[in-house]
């Protein structure tokens, strides 16, 4: 199956785990439109042989993208890109760094923090990393 994840390598000396370049770079290719909505994409089996990764690190990626709404999975039938809602939808400009902000902010949102203590929270972390 040819797809826009052809070209695209991990980069395993970045420091950024597997699951979140594999998660990341699809949410990108689904806010871009490259991917568009009711497409069918790779199964896992088949992109973790095509990256050469492992089909656990693909099946989290594919979790966490389906549990955020990006794509949804029919039972015998594959992995398919979600009609988007713009509810955490990837822009095209967005980009890697960007993308794991939109990560941290939901799941801090999750857990209950309020905007401005989520800020807080970055600024303090920042100013540490200073010292």
Known sequence: ???ALNNFEIDHASG???WIQ??????YLIGSGEFAEGERL????GLAV??????NTVNRAYMDLEREGYITTRKGRGTFVAEQRNVGAARATD????????DVIRALSAA????DDILA???????YRRM
């Open 50 to 55: 095509d990256l050469d990764i492992s089909y």
């Open 112 to 115: 209950g923090l309020a905007d």
């Open 1 to 3: 199956m040819t797809t």
């Open 95 to 102: 980009s890697p760094g960007e993308l794991v902000i939109d």
């Open 42 to 45: 790779p199964t896992v089996r």
């Open 22 to 27: 594999v998660k990341n770079r699809i949410a």
């Open 121 to 127: 929270m970055v600024e303090a972390r920042l100013a």
């Open 16 to 18: 950024m785990p597997v």
